[in-house]
C-alpha cells in the first residue's frame, strides 16, 4: 500500500485548506486511513481516521469540531477538511494506513506518506 499526501500549503489563521491522501496499491487490505501532524519539535500526534469500508470516524479532541476526513472510493482518495485553522495546527501533516484495525497509536500505522506541510500565519 502507497499513501501520497498533498494539498498543504500557507494560509492566514481562520483559513480553510483541504488535504489529499491518494491511495495506491493493495488496498483491499486496508481497515482504516488516518491523519497524522507534527509540530517542529514535537512528537507525531492522532489527527483523525476513517474506516476504509464504512463511515465510522473519529477526532482527536484539539482538532474535533473544525476538521472533517472524508473518502471518495472511486478515486482511492482521503481527504482532510480544514476549517477554521490556528497557528497551533502548522504542522507537517502525514497520512497512513493500518491494515489491522481502527487505531489512534501511531504504531498501528504501517504505511506513511511523505507528509505535505501545512503553515497557519497569525
Known amino acids: 500500500v502507497q499513501l501520497q499526501a498533498s494539498g498543504g500549503g500557507l494560509v492566514q489563521a481562520g483559513d480553510s485548506l483541504t488535504l489529499a491522501c491518494a491511495v495506491s496499491?493493495?488496498?483491499?487490505?486496508?481497515?482504516?486511513v488516518g491523519w497524522f501532524r507534527q509540530a517542529p519539535g514535537k512528537e507525531r500526534e492522532f489527527v483523525s481516521y476513517?474506516?476504509?469500508?464504512?463511515?465510522?470516524?473519529y477526532y482527536a479532541g484539539a482538532i474535533k469540531g473544525r476538521f472533517t476526513v472524508s473518502r471518495d472510493n472511486a478515486k482511492n482518495t482521503v481527504y482532510l477538511q480544514m476549517n477554521s485553522l490556528r497557528p497551533e495546527d502548522t504542522a507537517v501533516y502525514y497520512c497512513?494506513?493500518?491494515?489491522?484495525?481502527?487505531?489512534?497509536?501511531?504504531?498501528?500505522?504501517?504505511?506513511w506518506g511523505q507528509g505535505t506541510l501545512v503553515t497557519v500565519s497569525s
Open positions: 476513517i474506516r476504509w469500508r464504512g463511515s465510522n470516524t
Open positions: 497512513a494506513a493500518s491494515l489491522a484495525r481502527l487505531s489512534s497509536y501511531r504504531e498501528d500505522y504501517r504505511n
Open positions: 496499491g493493495r488496498t483491499v487490505s486496508i481497515a482504516v
